[in-house]
């Protein structure tokens, strides 16, 4: 499992700043492990909270989706499509 972040140090128009975690899972097994991948998403995201809730207690974790898959019964799927 590889876990990725993109940090954007900068504020936007609104003077938000913001991190992108992304999660990347692989399987040989017959069952699809897109579970895990959001599962690690959310602890990434929940553990970045708790470091820096003493700098600003108004951060919020955003949304939590699925942006593709292959493989399993239900077969590719990509967001958008």
Do not use: H, N, W
Request: proline content about 4%; hydrophobic content about 35%; some cysteine.
């Amino acid at each position: 499992m590889d876990i990725g972040f993109k940090e954007e140090p900068q504020p936007d128009r609104d003077g938000l700043c913001s991190i992108l975690v992304t999660a990347t899972v692989k399987t040989t097994g017959p069952t699809g492990v897109e579970m895990e991948a959001m599962t690690a998403v959310s602890v990434a995201a929940l553990t970045i909270y708790d470091m820096c809730k003493a700098v600003d207690k108004a951060i919020s974790v955003g949304d939590v989706y699925l942006l593709s898959k292959s493989g399993g019964k239900s077969g590719t799927y990509v967001r958008g499509r």
